[in-house]
């Protein structure tokens, strides 16, 4: 079995995300994440790529949220993307860790005022009797931080390691061509998949 180098699966994770930045008209970062609680029950939802390079692909998010608590007690996930007018699928299956406190606000003071001030009045997740009551804690945090909205201690970013990719792309009559690359050490195996 030939072990490709640690760099093998994303080269063509950039080629492929690239040309999907230039073809999608909406969101090419949109991925959907897959976490399960402790029962083994799946939840599924859509969170942004916000970063990515060999060590793994990055999403912020609220911490006490479902998809932060199920990850926090059990940090196997999988992402997918799929970017319809290319008609390629992109699987993704590793372990999550939270980014360093550095990252995460370099990434928080980058976003607009308005996000900021979401992500300190959101208890995502939880029950919301009304929606005066979110627009209540957001003018309340809007009067508590004039100038600066500092990075809540709740709201941060995770990086999926990956153990698995797998590349899709669509062919005429469902012959499809799947490509997976599996970690093995420091470098990675890679096989076809049956359609
Ligand atoms: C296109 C799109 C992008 C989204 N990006 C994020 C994101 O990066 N982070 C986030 O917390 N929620 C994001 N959301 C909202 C999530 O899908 C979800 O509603 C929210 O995070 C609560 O999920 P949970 O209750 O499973 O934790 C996005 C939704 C869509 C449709």
Known sequence: MTILPHNAPFTRF??????????????PNA????TADAD??????VVLLKAW???GFV???NLTSQKGREIA???RVHLNFHWKSLQRQVRIGGTAALVIEAEADAYFATRPRESQLGAWASLQSAPLP?????EARLADYDRQFPDVVPRPPHWSGWRVMPARIEYWQARDGRWHEREAY???GDGWTHGLVYP
């Open 14 to 27: 950039a080629d492929w995300f690239a040309e999907a930045q230039a073809s999608e008209p909406n969101d």
């Open 31 to 34: 991925m959907a994440l897959a």
């Open 40 to 45: 083994g029950a799946p939840s599924l939802r």
């Open 53 to 55: 390079d060999e060590r």
């Open 59 to 61: 999403f912020y998010t």
């Open 73 to 75: 007690a059990n940090p």
């Open 130 to 134: 009304d929606r005066a009551t979110f």
């Open 182 to 184: 599996l970690r093995a």
